[in-house]
C-alpha cells in the first residue's frame, strides 16, 4: 500500500510540497477552505476537499492517524490556524507533523504544541540556491532539521552498475536512499534493491549532515 500524506494549506508551498509527493509516486491528501485554490489545483493533485481544517470533527472524519505525515501550510498571516490545526492533529494522534513558519518564534510555538519538524520555506529557499551555487553536483537541497537533509544529485561513476545490496549505503555511511529517478522520468521511491544503478539516474538521499559529506560523491 502507498504511503499516504495529508498536505493543510494549497498555497503555492502547500501545492509544491503535494506536488512532489505526488511525482514521487505517493498518495496524497491535500485540504483547503478556498474554493478558487480547490479548483486552480484539481489537476495536479488527484485528492483535494475543501473544508476547514480547524474543525475537529472534520479532522476526525479524514482518519489522521492513518497518514504518514501531515504538512501544515497554512499562510504566516493565519499564524493562530496553524497552532490550532497542530494542536488539533497531535490530538487525533498525528505520526509526524510537519509545520511552516516564517518566523523562528512562530516556529518555537508550533514546536511546543506538537509540530515535529519545522519548515522555513523562504530560508530553506535560500539554502538551496547557495548550495547549488557552491556544489555543482547537488541537484536540490532541503533542510529538514538542524543537522539532517534531503539532497538530490546525480548518480556517481563508482555506483553505476552496482545495487543497493552491493553497495549497502546505509551500513557504511549512515544515509538512506529514498528514490531513484531513471532517465525516462520512472520514479523508484522506495527503490528495488536488486536494481543497478544507470549512468543517468538521479539519487534522492536523506542523512545527517556530516555523513552525507562523507560520501565522496557529494563533494566537488
Known sequence: MKK??????????????????TEAGYSVVGIDQSEDRIQRVSEEIADVIKCDATDADILESIGISDYEAVIVCIGEKYIQNSILVTLLLKEKDAKKIIAKAGTKTQGRVLSKVGADIIVYPEKDMGERVARSLVSSNII?????????????????????????????????????????????????????????????DVLTLIGEDKLLRKLRFTED
Not at 4 to 21: D, N, P
Not at 142 to 161: M, Q, W
Open 4 to 21: 499516504q500524506f495529508l498536505v493543510i494549506g494549497l498555497g503555492r508551498f502547500g501545492v509544491s510540497v503535494a506536488g512532489t509527493l
Open 140 to 200: 536540490d537541497f532541503l533542510r529538514v532539521s538542524p543537522d539532517v537533509s534531503i539532497i538530490e544529485i546525480p548518480a556517481p561513476e563508482t555506483l553505476v552498475g552496482k545495487n543497493l545490496i552491493e553497495l549497502n549505503l546505509r551500513h557504511r555511511y549512515g544515509v538512506t536512499i529514498i528514490s531513484i529517478k531513471n532517465s525516462k522520468n520512472e520514479i523508484m521511491s522506495p527503490p528495488d534493491v536488486n536494481y543497478k544503478f544507470q549512468k543517468d
